[in-house]
Protein backbone atom coordinates (compact mmCIF):
# COMPACT_ATOMS: atom_id res chain seq x y z
CA UNK A 1 0.00 0.00 0.00
CA UNK A 2 1.83 3.21 -1.02
CA UNK A 3 1.64 5.68 2.03
CA UNK A 4 0.07 9.25 1.69
CA UNK A 5 2.09 11.94 3.60
CA UNK A 6 -0.94 13.31 5.41
CA UNK A 7 0.21 14.99 8.63
CA UNK A 8 -1.78 13.56 11.73
CA UNK A 9 -2.54 14.92 15.54
CA UNK A 10 -3.09 11.78 17.47
CA UNK A 11 -5.15 13.20 20.94
CA UNK A 12 -4.19 9.96 23.56
CA UNK A 13 -6.75 9.23 26.03
CA UNK A 14 -4.46 7.32 28.03
CA UNK A 15 -4.79 4.55 25.96
CA UNK A 16 -2.44 1.38 25.80
CA UNK A 17 -3.84 0.84 22.20
CA UNK A 18 -2.68 4.69 21.45
CA UNK A 19 0.84 3.41 19.80
CA UNK A 20 -1.17 0.63 18.19
CA UNK A 21 -2.68 3.35 16.33
CA UNK A 22 0.41 5.63 16.21
CA UNK A 23 2.08 2.58 14.24
CA UNK A 24 -1.02 2.10 11.59
CA UNK A 25 -0.77 5.58 10.90
CA UNK A 26 2.78 6.35 10.36
CA UNK A 27 2.29 3.49 8.09
CA UNK A 28 -0.45 4.88 6.22
CA UNK A 29 0.41 8.56 6.48
CA UNK A 30 3.49 8.27 5.34
CA UNK A 31 5.14 9.67 8.18
CA UNK A 32 4.79 9.69 12.12
CA UNK A 33 1.55 11.62 13.94
CA UNK A 34 2.42 13.80 16.47
CA UNK A 35 1.31 12.92 19.98
CA UNK A 36 -0.57 14.40 22.53
CA UNK A 37 -2.22 13.35 26.23
CA UNK A 38 -5.68 15.23 26.18
CA UNK A 39 -4.55 17.02 29.43
CA UNK A 40 -1.10 17.93 28.74
CA UNK A 41 -1.57 21.25 25.87
CA UNK A 42 -4.63 23.23 25.83
CA UNK A 43 -6.56 23.69 22.12
CA UNK A 44 -5.30 27.22 21.92
CA UNK A 45 -2.01 25.62 21.59
CA UNK A 46 -2.84 22.96 19.67
CA UNK A 47 -4.61 24.53 16.87
CA UNK A 48 -1.31 26.33 16.20
CA UNK A 49 0.26 23.76 15.34
CA UNK A 50 0.47 21.94 11.25
CA UNK A 51 -1.37 18.68 11.16
CA UNK A 52 -4.11 17.76 8.33
CA UNK A 53 -6.34 15.63 10.39
CA UNK A 54 -7.04 14.42 13.78
CA UNK A 55 -7.35 10.98 15.60
CA UNK A 56 -8.91 10.67 18.98
CA UNK A 57 -8.11 7.77 20.65
CA UNK A 58 -9.40 4.93 22.72
CA UNK A 59 -9.39 5.08 26.45
CA UNK A 60 -10.86 4.14 30.05
CA UNK A 61 -13.80 6.66 31.21
CA UNK A 62 -16.81 8.69 29.80
CA UNK A 63 -16.73 10.79 26.65
CA UNK A 64 -19.29 13.28 29.18
CA UNK A 65 -16.63 13.72 31.87
CA UNK A 66 -14.45 16.18 31.17
CA UNK A 67 -11.58 14.45 33.16
CA UNK A 68 -11.60 11.94 31.01
CA UNK A 69 -12.36 13.08 27.75
CA UNK A 70 -9.71 16.42 28.33
CA UNK A 71 -8.51 18.74 25.29
CA UNK A 72 -10.82 15.97 22.73
CA UNK A 73 -14.14 18.11 23.62
CA UNK A 74 -12.46 21.48 22.28
CA UNK A 75 -11.16 19.58 19.07
CA UNK A 76 -14.22 18.48 18.41
CA UNK A 77 -15.92 21.78 18.94
CA UNK A 78 -13.51 23.78 16.87
CA UNK A 79 -11.43 22.06 14.41
CA UNK A 80 -11.74 22.48 10.80
CA UNK A 81 -9.74 19.59 9.70
CA UNK A 82 -10.98 16.22 9.33
CA UNK A 83 -11.11 13.92 12.52
CA UNK A 84 -11.78 10.17 13.44
CA UNK A 85 -12.99 8.92 16.54
CA UNK A 86 -12.08 5.79 17.73
CA UNK A 87 -13.83 3.98 20.71
CA UNK A 88 -13.98 6.65 23.33
CA UNK A 89 -13.07 8.97 20.79
CA UNK A 90 -16.30 7.93 18.24
CA UNK A 91 -19.01 8.21 21.41
CA UNK A 92 -17.28 12.09 22.44
CA UNK A 93 -17.70 12.93 18.51
CA UNK A 94 -21.18 11.57 18.64
CA UNK A 95 -21.73 13.24 22.17
CA UNK A 96 -20.72 16.65 20.95
CA UNK A 97 -23.28 16.41 17.97
CA UNK A 98 -26.03 15.91 20.43
CA UNK A 99 -25.90 11.93 20.76
CA UNK A 100 -26.91 10.38 23.69
CA UNK A 101 -24.75 7.81 25.23
CA UNK A 102 -25.90 4.47 27.32
CA UNK A 103 -24.68 1.21 28.56
CA UNK A 104 -24.20 -1.53 26.03
CA UNK A 105 -26.29 -4.35 26.20
CA UNK A 106 -23.02 -6.60 27.38
CA UNK A 107 -19.70 -5.53 27.74
CA UNK A 108 -16.98 -6.05 25.78
CA UNK A 109 -13.58 -6.70 26.59
CA UNK A 110 -11.30 -7.83 23.82
CA UNK A 111 -14.51 -9.43 21.59
CA UNK A 112 -14.56 -10.19 18.19
CA UNK A 113 -17.76 -9.47 16.46
CA UNK A 114 -18.90 -8.83 12.40
CA UNK A 115 -19.89 -5.10 11.46
CA UNK A 116 -22.37 -4.84 8.66
CA UNK A 117 -21.79 -1.37 7.29
CA UNK A 118 -23.08 0.87 4.13
CA UNK A 119 -19.33 0.31 2.31
CA UNK A 120 -19.19 4.11 1.97
CA UNK A 121 -16.67 6.70 3.41
CA UNK A 122 -14.24 4.68 5.74
CA UNK A 123 -15.61 0.86 4.81
CA UNK A 124 -14.92 1.58 0.95
CA UNK A 125 -13.79 -1.26 -0.56
CA UNK A 126 -14.22 -3.55 3.07
CA UNK A 127 -16.13 -6.75 2.73
CA UNK A 128 -19.20 -7.12 4.94
CA UNK A 129 -19.32 -8.96 8.05
CA UNK A 130 -15.92 -6.96 9.18
CA UNK A 131 -14.28 -8.87 11.99
CA UNK A 132 -13.77 -6.18 14.53
CA UNK A 133 -12.48 -6.24 18.10
CA UNK A 134 -14.18 -4.73 20.85
CA UNK A 135 -13.57 -3.15 23.82
CA UNK A 136 -16.40 -1.04 25.82
CA UNK A 137 -19.29 -0.51 28.02
CA UNK A 138 -21.02 1.86 26.23
CA UNK A 139 -22.61 2.85 23.60
CA UNK A 140 -23.78 5.29 21.27
CA UNK A 141 -28.11 5.33 21.42
CA UNK A 142 -30.28 4.80 18.47
CA UNK A 143 -31.59 7.14 16.56
CA UNK A 144 -28.56 9.41 16.38
CA UNK A 145 -30.12 12.42 16.05
CA UNK A 146 -30.35 14.53 12.79
CA UNK A 147 -26.84 15.63 11.79
CA UNK A 148 -25.38 12.12 12.45
CA UNK A 149 -25.50 9.34 10.06
CA UNK A 150 -25.37 5.57 11.07
CA UNK A 151 -22.84 3.40 9.03
CA UNK A 152 -21.80 0.45 10.57
CA UNK A 153 -23.99 -2.43 13.19
CA UNK A 154 -23.12 -5.57 15.19
CA UNK A 155 -25.80 -8.29 14.06
CA UNK A 156 -27.84 -7.39 17.23
CA UNK A 157 -28.14 -3.89 16.50
CA UNK A 158 -24.99 -1.84 18.06
CA UNK A 159 -24.04 0.69 16.38
CA UNK A 160 -20.55 0.72 15.36
CA UNK A 161 -20.18 3.66 13.21
CA UNK A 162 -21.49 6.95 11.89
CA UNK A 163 -20.20 9.89 10.43
CA UNK A 164 -21.27 13.50 10.34
CA UNK A 165 -23.75 14.38 7.60
CA UNK A 166 -22.01 17.77 6.65
CA UNK A 167 -18.59 17.63 8.39
CA UNK A 168 -15.36 15.72 8.07
CA UNK A 169 -15.85 13.61 10.57
CA UNK A 170 -16.31 9.95 11.32
CA UNK A 171 -16.21 7.23 14.36
CA UNK A 172 -15.97 3.93 15.00
CA UNK A 173 -16.49 2.17 17.94
CA UNK A 174 -14.39 -0.74 17.79
CA UNK A 175 -10.79 -1.03 17.08
CA UNK A 176 -9.44 -0.59 13.81
CA UNK A 177 -5.81 -0.93 15.41
CA UNK A 178 -6.21 -4.45 16.95
CA UNK A 179 -4.14 -6.80 15.15
CA UNK A 180 -7.29 -9.27 14.90
CA UNK A 181 -9.75 -6.69 13.67
CA UNK A 182 -9.23 -7.53 9.59
CA UNK A 183 -8.94 -4.73 7.18
CA UNK A 184 -7.70 -2.33 9.90
CA UNK A 185 -5.18 -0.72 8.15
CA UNK A 186 -7.15 -0.51 4.65
CA UNK A 187 -9.87 1.52 7.45
CA UNK A 188 -7.34 4.19 8.17
CA UNK A 189 -6.02 4.51 4.96
CA UNK A 190 -9.63 5.57 4.27
CA UNK A 191 -9.85 7.97 6.70
CA UNK A 192 -6.70 9.65 4.85
CA UNK A 193 -7.79 9.50 1.72
CA UNK A 194 -11.07 11.35 3.16
CA UNK A 195 -8.69 13.25 4.85
CA UNK A 196 -6.64 14.65 0.89
CA UNK A 197 -10.09 15.33 -0.54
CA UNK A 198 -11.36 17.21 1.89
CA UNK A 199 -8.36 19.27 1.43
CA UNK A 200 -7.90 19.15 -2.10
CA UNK A 201 -11.66 21.17 -2.21
CA UNK A 202 -11.61 24.27 -3.60
CA UNK A 203 -12.15 27.11 -0.66
CA UNK A 204 -14.83 29.25 -0.86
CA UNK A 205 -13.31 32.87 -1.72
CA UNK A 206 -13.79 35.53 1.32
CA UNK A 207 -16.36 38.34 -0.38
CA UNK A 208 -14.43 41.57 -1.69
CA UNK A 209 -15.08 44.92 0.44
CA UNK A 210 -16.88 47.60 -1.59
Do not use: K
Not at 114 to 119: K, S
Not at 142 to 160: A, I, N, S, Y
Amino acid sequence: MRAVRQRTLLIDNHDSFTFNLFQLLAEVTGTEPLVVRNDERPWRELRELAFDNIVISPGPGRPDHPADFGVCRDALLEADVPILGVCLGHQGLGHVHGARIQHAPEVMHGRLSPVRHTGTDLFQGLPQDLQVVRYHSLCLARPLPEGLVETGWTPDGVLMALRHATLPRWGVQFHPESIATTHGQQLLANFVRLSRAHHARPRPEAPQEA
